[in-house]
């Protein structure tokens, strides 16, 4: 069972701060609401060890989920926003949008009941300095659920960029900040056509203080807050629930069931639950014998060895999983010793690759010290883990690609504390067994890292599922 879960005030979330709630009367009534409910969250503590067959916990109403985002959305604002414009002395970043066509920072900061930015948002944030609360300013034609103070009125200024530069001129900052990147896709939201519009009005002097805003960007999609880290657990448990009843006889009919049959019973769960894929599963079979993993209506049989790589998106946070799974042949009790030693092979890779995560370091570095790791240890890996937040392949540094164990200039970017991760990997080990065939193990966990060390949100698959066959 879900734990309760006190919203902007209670002992399980910490209380916002007063900051910028001042500059909207409607966030402190919103406040006030949210206090004064409880909501049945995902909680569950953050653990090494995975729940063989975990219970799935309470999901939330849509109004429940909406109360949630939006308190999770103010605390971001209030902590995330300040901290990374003064660790980077920007004093004022300005954001843009157009109705269905957000860009990725813009998309999740809108509150829930702003689905879409409306015709065109922009958001300005602007840092007075000498301690003062970061300004949160909304030059549009409506406001954003009282987190951003509405500072445009038509009536007096129907130019909507002339009110920009107006704002810019009357703040005269040092440095202003927008979203542009040619290497990372969450920082680039800045259109040509806008970034046009929104200099025309600008002195030249003005338009010299421009700069890249990338590492705002991306430093605001890859932070994890308390907050948020209180319910990711909890979110993966939902995933790692309906895993295990794909791999399942509930699901697994062996002789009978195909792989796309799991798929789209997938597909049809997550609807039932009121829950959205990133992502279209995938189901495999790895056989022996056969030197391509088996997908479609391929059908499953017992001996076979079955892989899944499947994510949710609830409460804006992504799971993105991968397991491996064993249907049993009459008379088997467990899968053959061969397959087990894979599995461990590939938590021995995780453990290489959790023990080289350092701060500061590139995604590269990280790439070849795990990789020099593993080798050492007589293992044969392949490493392509990735940032996961609020995009299942998110804003951060790469650390490999399947196709390039080398690293390259996405993996440049440096690693930070308070970030989650994908831990994506796979290792090769013949199967005696099989005849000596060699067999990719891969495997996919969620994890968070705190700055010292790399934890699971919610364990590791350490053995393989077993399928009964009758």
Do not use: C
Not at 35 to 47: K, L
Not at 184 to 189: K, L, M, N, R, V
Not at 302 to 307: I, Q, S, T, V, Y
Not at 322 to 331: F, I, R
Request: overall charge neutral.
């Amino acid at each position: 069972m879900a734990r309760r879960l006190m919203l902007a005030g209670g002992a399980a979330l910490p209380m916002l701060a007063n900051g910028a709630m001042a500059q909207a009367p409607s966030q402190a009534q919103m406040g006030q609401r949210m206090a004064q409910s409880t909501v049945d969250a995902p909680i569950v503590p953050m653990s090494d060890v995975e729940q063989e067959k975990p219970a799935m916990p309470a999901i939330l109403q849509v109004r429940d989920r909406a109360r949630l985002q939006n308190a999770i959305l103010a605390d971001r604002l209030e902590q995330v926003v300040p901290t990374l414009m003064r660790s980077q002395k920007i004093d004022m970043w300005v954001l843009m949008a157009r109705e269905y066509f957000e860009e990725p920072v813009v998309a999740t900061m809108l509150n829930s009941e702003s689905l879409h930015a409306r015709r065109r948002t922009i958001l300005i944030f602007f840092d007075p300095g000498q301690g003062k609360p970061i300004e949160r300013l909304t030059v549009s034609r409506y406001g954003l659920g009282g987190l951003f103070k509405p500072v445009w009125d038509p009536d007096k200024q129907p130019d909507q960029w002339k009110a920009v530069a107006d704002i810019i001129a009357a703040r005269n900052p040092r440095q202003i900040a927008i979203n542009t990147s040619a290497v990372s896709a969450f920082a680039d939201g800045m259109t040509l056509s806008q970034y046009k519009e929104m200099i025309a009005p600008l002195p030249e002097a003005t338009r010299a203080r421009i700069v890249p805003g990338d590492k705002l960007a991306i430093g605001w999609l890859e932070t994890r807050t308390p907050m948020e880290m209180r319910i990711y657990p909890g979110i993966l448990r939902l995933a790692h629930s309906i895993i295990a009843d794909a791999f399942s006889r509930k699901v697994v009919t062996p002789g009978k069931t195909s792989t796309d049959d799991v798929v789209w019973w997938y597909r049809q769960r997550l609807s039932d639950l009121g829950l959205v894929p990133w992502f279209q599963p995938s189901v495999g079979i790895i056989r022996q014998g056969s030197k391509d993993m088996l997908e479609g209506d391929a059908p499953i049989m017992p001996g076979d060895m079955l892989w899944t790589d499947f994510g949710i998106t609830y409460l804006r946070l992504n799971t993105d999983t991968q397991h491996l799974a064993y249907v049993l042949k009459p008379g088997e009790t467990q899968a053959p010793a061969g397959l087990r030693s894979g599995l461990r092979a590939a938590n021995a890779v995780q453990d290489a690759l959790l023990s080289s995560f350092k701060v500061g370091d590139s995604g590269n570095t990280v790439l070849a010290n795990a990789r020099a790791k593993a080798i050492a240890a007589r293992l044969k890996p392949s490493i392509y883990s990735h940032p996961l937040g609020y995009h299942g392949h998110a804003a951060g540094t790469a650390i490999g690609f399947w196709d390039n164990q080398k690293g390259d200039e996405r993996g440049e970017y440096p690693v930070h504390a308070n970030t989650t991760w994908s831990i994506e990997l796979a290792a090769y080990l013949p199967v005696p067994e099989w005849d000596g065939q060699e067999v990719q193990f891969r495997s996919e966990e969620n994890a968070y890292f705190d700055g010292t060390s790399v934890r699971f949100l919610d364990g590791r698959q350490t053995e393989i599922t077993l399928i009964p066959s009758e």
